[in-house]
Each structure stands twice: as structure tokens, then as C-alpha cells.
DNA sequence: TTGAAAGCGCTAACAC
DNA sequence: GTGTTAGCGCTTTCAA
């Protein structure tokens, strides 16, 4: 078995409170205790039973983290940052993947929430009063989602839409299609937000065609109702989605940028491989899981603070080779039938 | 505060070791009791404390998985997999990502296994000695790596190698470049050891090109040496090295399948979206981590018991468009200054 | 500055 | 079948 603290002691001659104290509280010790429990531990290879001090101070040491598809790169990114500055903190990290379940997603947060000091949930598909709900229970912080009253890390969906309306209508695009992820989802809702707004702001029109699967598959699905709208560019959910896009555009045999224009969201590493190489707007996605951990420390070690209800992270356009000049409006029509009626 | 044991036990008018016998051992107490403990359960949302429980039982009923990069969607996959098992069995999962790096690497298995009841440790750079060392400290399943005496789930590489050499040597190719991951990484030496097995089988030449980065770069940075092999066709350590391989050949100008093909491992999603689609050995990453999670649980169950000490899965050979008829021997070199003297 | 004692919430002997 | 007792390893009053 493993070192216990009254090993230590017996080791040091001195009691087990002044182990404990030598180690949580070093400045209430003697230097030369301190330094002969610090030979003991040494010796011994002791290292505190967690489980034992959790019991007591009410911690465990642990944070829950949420998220929806670890197969998704942008969710695997956040993990990294969430785990490697949770570890920096000598804190460690329960991962739940919902597999895009809502179902699963509340009962798995409540049970991680009574192992666990906090949860980051991440791009949380429940309701304002079930995550109200939740937060009664643990210390949560959201990421990709902002809701009343609950701290967040989010990125400016709005300005990254912005930028890349922008981009196409600088290229001539005049009507942009906008493929949105699940209708539950606040990204889907803010980014399409975003779109409108700058659309109008632009002179552009925008033509949603609805809300598919945030995967390959959805954009396989989405394809044909884009160029069914006319539109000579599109602007998918994100770059899994912007993937299924050009792959059904290519064997439908319409270009990429010639046809038709497309932006994703997200800079997965798939995206910059992609042939054509994807437009996107590249979100910090382990940035956000950093950040997400810190506020959340800070959050546990002073529960009385106010903090920032939520904070916007910055998105980038990253321009490569899947946006080009919009086609002559005369060739709009081309591939879609119901184009003229939309 | 939650409610404790004491709590249940005051409202059902029991004594608390009767709680704890009745939500353990229901066969150990009378049926009515029990009703009457349920009610006081469902009553309080009684939930009981891991932490104090696992004080005594000395088990935490968490289990660790530590993977070199969860950003390989290889080991997200492994990842959810694992983490879907746990579910299943109650028990939560830390995980941990070592960013490639062997020197976090036992630092990260040693803390890791303080806190757990056992480790599920996927593709370990560490020494087999390490490796025994880390063993003697916990209960350690092992994944995509073999090592003497300790159990582990492994993919059968040999078989996989022997399927894409007979797939391309079918195709006319009969000199193939082979490259290869990490050097320490137990995976390259057996698809190596594989592959030369298979074409030596098969009446095939194998031209090891050296070793590279698992990633998309390590593809890159490999491509001009496999060119300059003269090889027809090429295997990679796996599809994020393949699809490195892609695009670089691509930009020389280079056609795949027609002037040379390419074959990965792993078959990660992006691998049926890279143009042209990879062809690749299908690894069931999820069903691997679905199996570690079992047997690790096994073993904890039953410490004594003697397991398997290893299990192969099966890879499939999966045929898309990355490979094809070798190109007439004449052109064999082409693009290569090397090739003659290789 | 240090030690003794109590107890966190739970389970496991041991009685009954 | 159930209650009583003890104690897992640790921190934290309270005294000294």
C-alpha cells in the first residue's frame, strides 16, 4: 500500500497534523519540521489520498468537462486546452462525450456534478432553465453558449460572420446561402444572427436552407438544397458540414469557387486539406478551453466574487482557395429549379 | 448540502449500515425495509459519496486513459469508445493527453494512477521496463502496444500490412516506399516488420523511408523522399501522414493513383473526404477502447485471474481511389534522382 | 509552533 | 435481517 500521512509522521517525529500542515500550509511551520517532513515524503513517496481530503475540505481536485462529439476536431481541441491547463492546476479532468444526445446530456451533467468541484459544459444543447437548473447544483462555466446569468466562454459569432460577409460580397457574391447546424444550438441561432445582420448591413441577401447535422453527412444533405436557392455563395455551420458540401458540389460537378463560393467555421485541420482548401473563420478553440478552466479555478476558489458573465473570443478569416469572384449573375439560375421561386 | 447516509437512514427509521446494505447488498435486507430505504432515497435524491466510500473500499471507481493527442482523430475515437464503456459501468474516466511528449508521458501515468482504480494507456512511447514499472503501480491495459506479461488490445498490424501489400502488389506494383511513424512508436515497428514480411511473401520490394511525424506535416515532409524512391506505391504510418502525402504530391504535380498510390492506416472520417479518397486499413478505434475498458474492469474484478495478455483486432482493408494499376516500370523514374541508387 | 482529538461519509466486522 | 462499532486518510478546531 501506498505512504499514509502517519507514516510520514512517524518517519519526520512529528504528528500527522504537522504533516498536513508542512504540506497545505507551509508558512505555519517550523523550516527545519518543514524540512524534515519533506525528507519523510521523499522517502516515502507519499502523496495525499485525494479522496481522504476531499472528504473533509469539500473538494475533490476534479472538474467535469461536457461535450458533445469528441470526434469533432473543435471539441477535441477544446479538450486538450480544458485538460492541459486544468493539469497545470494539478487538477484533473472527467470527460463525457453526449454523443449530440440532449437526452443523454442532462442526466450526465447531474451525475458528473456531484464527483465533481465544476463542469465546463461545452456548446450545451439544454434549455436556459435546465442549465439555470444545473447551476444551482454545481459551479458551471458554458463555452459556445451564452446563457442568463451563467459565465461563459464564447467566440464573436457575429463579427466572424461579419468578416466573412464581407469577404464574399467583396467578391461580387450578392446572395449568400447559409446552411445552419441543430435549431437547438446557439451557434446555429447566433450565427445566423450575424449573417442577416451583415448581410442587410452589406447589401446582400441571405437564404437560410435550414438546419442539418453538424457533420460531413449534413453537408452532403445540405448540398443540393444550396444550389437549388441560386445563391453563388454559402456559408456552412462549420467546416465538418463546409467538408460534406464540397465533396457533394465536386460530384455534382459544380466548381468550387467558379460555381459557387464556400465558407466554413471553425479551422479544423481537415479544412486547410481540403482540395479546394476551405475559407473559414478559425475559431481558438483551446484558447477557449484554457480559458474556460481558469474561470472556472477562480470561480471555486472565491465563490462570493462577481465574475465577467461571459467573455468573446475572437475569430479569424482565414481565406484560401474555396472562395472566389462571384459567377455572372446571368448564370445564377443554372443548377437549381426551384431557384427562381425561393 | 447533499444528503448523507444518516439522513436516508433517519427518514426510513433504519440504522445507516442497513442503507448502505440496502443500496450494495439488496439480497442481504428484507424486502420491505428496502422499499422503505428507496423511498427515502428517491425522497432526498439521496446520492452516495464516491469519495467516502472509496476511503474504505479502496476503490474510486474511476478508471484513467492517457492518449499522446486527442486532436488524432484516431485516439478521439479510442476516447469515446472508452469513455461510453465506463458510462455503462458507472465509472467516470480521467483523461489525458500527452501531446506526443514521452517525458510528460510517466510523469502523467505515475500521478494519473494515484487517483484511479486502474489505467487504460494507449499507444505508450515509454520503455517496456517503464512500462513494467508503471504496472507494479496500478492496473494498466494497454492499447496499440505490446509488452511482455502485461495485457493490452492490439490491432493486428501484420495482417493489416499483408492486406494492403497483396492489395497493391495485385495492382502490378512491385516496389513500394514505406513510411514510417515515430521510431519508439510500437505500431511502426510492426506495420514495418509486417510490411516487409508481406512483400518479401509476395514478390515485392519494400524501401523504408525513414521516420516521420504522425501527423499531416510528418506527410509532407516525407513526400519528396518517397518520390525519389522510384517506389510505384506507398504506405503511410497512417491516414493523417497519407493525407500529408496527398497534398504535397499534389502540388509537384504528381497524380495519385496514376503515377503513384497510397494507402494509410486507421481510416479516420477525413480519409473518406481527401481527393483522391484514401484507400486504408479500417481500425476499430472505438471497439478497441470499448475492449480496454472490459478487460480493465475484469481485471480489477478479479485481480487474481489470469487474462489474456493481449487481444488483435481485426483491421479491414478499405479500397478507394488513392490506389491503382503501378505505372508502366519504364516511368519508374521519373521523378526521382535517388531512385537508381536506392 | 506543535499535538491531541474529533469527524468528513461511508462500509465491514461483529454482535444480536 | 439489522444495529453497533470501528476506522479508511485526511484536515481542522482547540489546547498547550
Given at each position: 500500500m501506498a505512504a499514509t500521512i502517519r507514516d510520514v509522521a512517524r518517519l519526520a517525529g512529528v504528528s500527522p497534523s504537522t504533516v498536513s500542515r508542512a504540506l497545505?500550509?507551509?508558512?505555519?511551520?517550523?523550516a527545519t519540521t518543514r524540512a524534515r517532513v519533506a525528507a519523510a515524503v521523499e522517502q516515502l513517496g507519499y502523496e495525499p489520498n485525494r479522496a481522504a481530503r476531499g472528504l473533509i475540505t469539500g473538494r475533490t481536485g476534479t472538474i467535469g468537462l461536457v461535450v458533445?462529439?469528441?470526434?469533432?476536431p473543435f471539441f477535441a481541441g477544446l479538450t486538450k486546452g480544458v485538460q492541459a491547463r486544468a493539469r497545470r492546476h494539478d487538477v484533473a479532468v472527467f470527460v463525457a462525450d453526449t454523443d449530440e444526445d440532449p437526452g443523454v446530456e442532462a442526466g450526465l451533467v447531474r451525475a458528473l456534478a456531484k464527483q465533481v468541484d465544476g463542469v465546463v459544459l461545452c456548446?450545451?444543447?439544454?434549455?436556459d432553465a435546465e442549465l439555470a437548473a444545473i447551476a444551482q447544483e454545481t459551479t458551471v462555466v458554458l463555452v459556445n453558449r451564452a446563457a442568463e446569468g451563467l459565465p461563459g466562454i464564447n467566440f464573436d459569432n457575429e463579427d466572424g460572420m461579419r468578416q466573412s460577409v464581407a469577404h464574399l460580397v467583396a467578391l461580387g457574391h450578392r446572395r449568400i446561402a447559409w446552411v445552419g447546424g441543430?435549431?437547438?444550438?446557439w451557434s446555429t441561432q447566433h450565427r445566423g444572427l450575424g449573417l442577416r445582420n451583415a448581410a442587410e448591413a452589406l447589401g446582400a441577401q441571405l437564404v437560410p436552407v435550414g438546419n442539418f447535422a453538424p457533420t460531413y453527412e449534413g453537408g452532403m444533405a445540405a448540398a443540393d438544397q444550396v444550389v437549388a436557392t441560386g445563391a453563388t455563395a454559402v456559408v456552412a455551420y462549420n467546416d465538418l458540414v463546409a467538408v460534406g458540401l464540397l465533396a457533394r458540389l465536386h460530384s455534382r460537378g459544380?466548381?468550387?469557387?467558379?460555381d459557387l463560393s464556400v465558407v466554413g467555421v471553425?479551422?479544423?485541420?481537415?479544412s486547410g486539406m481540403a482540395r479546394p482548401a476551405l475559407t473559414t473563420v478559425r475559431l481558438p478553440t483551446q484558447e477557449a478551453g484554457r480559458l474556460a478552466v481558469e474561470l472556472l479555478l477562480a470561480m471555486l476558489d472565491d465563490p462570493s466574487a462577481a465574475f465577467a458573465a461571459h467573455r468573446d473570443l475572437h475569430g479569424e478569416l482565414i481565406v484560401r482557395d474555396s472562395t472566389g469572384p462571384a459567377r455572372d449573375p446571368g448564370d445564377g439560375r443554372t443548377h437549381g429549379s426551384k431557384g427562381s421561386s425561393a
Open positions: 497545505s500550509l507551509p508558512g505555519m511551520v517550523n458533445p462529439d469528441l470526434a469533432n456548446s450545451p444543447r439544454a434549455g441543430p435549431a437547438s444550438s459544380i466548381s468550387v469557387p467558379g471553425d479551422d479544423i485541420a481537415m
